[in-house]
């Protein structure tokens, strides 16, 4: 079975640090490109960061930049969000997913389709 699992998230103080796990199984994922999202109640989901599986260059969205980082470790079919300096506002449903292109953006701006998705993370930024 195809899918993708994700693990750790949580509740965390602002200023805090969490990193999300993306388990690929059923398929090898180093030729994707993956992308991690978020999504608030009423909102749309947004991409904030993605990872193109042709030379792994990276994007992130502005809210993001500088705080968050996005990387993979072939050998366990995984990638990782790493987020540090959390903000209230950065509390929301994190989702990951893949897309078989190689790139996932381009000047700037996302060219990610997903083909699989993963079941979605609750973070939560409070004190």
């Known amino acids: 079975q195809v899918q993708l699992v994700e693990s750790g998230g949580g509740l965390v103080q602002p200023g805090g640090s969490l990193r999300l796990s993306c388990a690929a199984s059923g398929f090898t994922a180093d030729s994707y490109s993956i992308g991690w999202f978020r999504q608030v109640p009423g909102k749309e989901r947004e991409e904030i960061s993605c990872m193109s599986s042709s030379d792994d260059s990276k994007y992130y969205a502005d809210a993001v930049k500088g705080r968050f980082t996005i990387y993979r470790d072939n050998g366990k079919n995984t990638g990782y969000l790493q987020m540090n300096s959390l903000k209230p506002e950065d509390t929301a449903v994190y989702y990951c997913?893949?897309?078989?292109?190689?790139?996932?953006?381009?000047?700037?701006?996302?060219?990610?389709?997903?083909?699989?998705w993963g079941q979605g993370n609750q973070v939560t930024v409070s004190s």
């Open positions: 997913a893949v897309d078989r292109a190689g790139d996932c953006y381009i000047d700037g701006e996302s060219l990610f389709e997903a083909d699989v």
